[in-house]
């Protein structure tokens, strides 16, 4: 099992505060440092303002040396695909071939909003992260000195140099995640090297397996052949009091937390996080809230990394 960092700056961080997580994280030995990709916090101004999710990345890729950097989700609403494929391969050259990209139909309708972007009906953003997944895999898989074409429905290539091209071969891994019972597992077992379940308990992440291991076998692909992976909140305390404090800070409530979450003690936290490889996840992505909190990071790096 292995552990990432997974933040929300939207509720309120700075480029330097999302390094001192980063540059902790890789210190500490954890396998990533995600980032979602939102521009409007949720229940709070957010303070100072957002940060762009790739900007920070290619920041990051410059100001850290080992560890893997990514994004839950970026939203395909926010980006042409061809212009983002040059992007993550760019950040993927900064970083000598760290990033990888996690990304989704985008469903935050006031963030579009409030600065500007169009918003579709749900059926509309599923077709465009569809045809997004098709550019960005094909201009990334065509061999240097083709040309790539594509004709869909939303977006048109022409006779494209398919440039630049990442370090990573065949390329940078894809993450697709979410709940839907139809079209996200598809587009997992056509598109992604990684499925994520965010915020769920055991029983439907469970489900939510099997659903694109089927998806897959319809594909006629291996369902082994992905990286199987939760995002769940974290707060871990060596205490109750301490336990309650983290709560606190992300205003949450412990026995929610405990249920919904990886929440309580170490021997807790690791316990849970057991449950949760034994229903065939394969990573967890620990949503850190409290960006401020270094400690947290040290004492799951610290009592319940050496348990998994």
């Known amino acids: ?170 390329r940078p891994p894809v993450l697709i995640g979410g709940k839907g019972k139809k079209r996200t597992p598809a587009l997992a077992a056509r598109y992604a090297d990684e499925f994520n379940v965010p915020f769920d308990g055991i029983e439907q992440t469970r489900v939510l397996f099997e659903r694109v291991r089927a998806a897959c076998a319809d594909e006629g692909r291996h369902p082994s052949s992905l990286t199987y992976s939760n995002a769940l909140v974290l707060c871990c305390g060596d205490t109750e009091a301490e336990i309650a404090r983290r709560a606190a800070a992300i205003g949450r409530d412990v026995d929610e937390l405990r249920e919904n979450g990886l929440a309580g003690t170490p021997d807790e936290v690791a316990e849970k996080i057991g449950r949760y490889a034994a229903a065939g996840s394969q990573r967890i992505y620990l949503q850190m809230l409290d960006l401020g909190d270094l400690d947290h990071l040290e004492l799951v790096a610290e009592k319940v990394m050496p348990q998994l």
């Open 1 to 170: 099992m292995e552990l990432r960092v997974f933040t929300e700056p939207q509720q309120g961080a700075t480029y330097d505060d999302l390094l001192a997580v980063a540059r902790t994280a890789e210190d500490l030995g954890y396998g990533a440092f995600f980032r979602s990709d939102h521009y409007l916090g949720m229940g709070t101004e957010g303070l100072p303002g957002p940060t762009d999710a790739w900007i920070t990345l290619a920041g990051l890729a410059r100001d850290t040396s080992s560890i893997r950097l990514g994004t839950l989700m970026t939203s395909a609403t926010f980006r042409y695909p061809g212009p983002l494929a040059i992007s993550v391969a760019q950040v993927d050259q900064m970083s000598g071939g760290r990033v990888e990209l996690g990304i989704g139909a985008g469903w935050y309708e006031r963030e579009h909003t409030a600065y500007g972007v169009p918003f579709p009906a749900t059926g509309e953003r599923f077709d465009r992260l569809e045809e997004s997944l098709a550019v960005i895999t094909g201009l990334w898989g065509t061999p240097a000195g083709e040309r790539f074409d594509f004709e869909g429905e939303h977006y048109r290539l022409s006779d494209s140099p398919a440039l630049p091209k990442p370090v990573q071969s065949p």
